[in-house]
């Protein structure tokens, strides 16, 4: 069974506002990624933070990572047109397997 | 540099049949996996491989197999399809715990 869980599954708003995804697993990882997929492509890497790191950032996107609570939330800044897309989280329990959240599915109205 | 390219982009096969999807990476990288995307349930690991001649299984490995010759190619082998393996799949390669690097997709059909 998959092991990350995304919340909400589906969020809708206007072009200007701010995006938060969230994420939530079961066990301790090794780091957690984000990933986006625009309808029917192949995923592409956003950002990897790691387990010893609270926050980072890239571009318009900042990831929190709290793993006393087992979570990790994704703010998209200031939201295009561009930015709606299914966007996963994923992350490395052990060594060798990334293992994927169920997603959530961004629609940014313009 | 082409990346991850798999082959074919579409496929539709009748219950029964067996069909290799290729997947090849141009990056050197150790890591290779393929997983299915079913609606709703995001993306789940089917085999995976850390180097060539190691492969292991992933979530959802049952009605297929997989092999690892070399460090670029990683086939995925479906040995008699049925149509709860109606699916996109998708391949990907990485360093170790690194970002994954995916191909397009394949879109697979079983009647």
């Known amino acids: 069974s998959q092991q990350g869980e995304e919340d909400p599954q589906a969020l809708s708003i206007q072009e200007g506002e701010n995006a938060t995804m969230n994420c939530s697993y079961k066990?301790?990882?090794?780091?957690l990624q984000w990933y986006r997929q625009n309808s029917g492509r192949g995923l592409v890497h956003l950002i990897l933070?790691?387990?010893?790191?609270r926050e980072k950032h890239s571009g318009r996107l900042r990831v929190t990572l709290d793993t006393s609570k087992k979570s990790s939330s994704l703010l998209i800044t200031a939201s295009r047109a561009a930015d709606t897309a299914s966007y996963f989280c994923a992350m490395y329990f052990g060594n060798e397997k990334l293992t994927f959240g169920t997603g959530t599915r961004l629609t940014i109205i313009p | 540099n082409a990346g991850v390219t798999q082959t074919p982009k579409f496929q539709v096969l009748k219950t029964g049949q067996s069909m290799t999807l290729q997947c090849a990476q141009d990056m050197n990288h150790e890591y290779m996996s393929w997983y299915r995307q079913d609606p709703g349930m995001g993306l789940r690991l089917i085999h995976y491989?850390?180097?060539?001649?190691?492969?292991d299984q992933g979530e959802v490995p049952n009605g297929y197999n997989v092999s690892r010759s070399t460090t670029e190619d990683f086939p995925l082998r479906l040995l008699s399809a049925a149509p709860s393996q109606t699916s996109v799949y998708f391949c990907?390669?990485?360093?170790?715990?690194?970002?994954?690097?995916f191909g397009e997709g394949s879109r697979l059909t079983v009647l």
């Open positions: 933070i790691r387990s010893n790191e």
């Open positions: 491989s850390v180097g060539a001649g190691i492969t």
């Open positions: 990907a390669s990485s360093w170790a715990l690194g970002e994954l690097f």
């Open positions: 066990t301790s990882i090794n780091n």
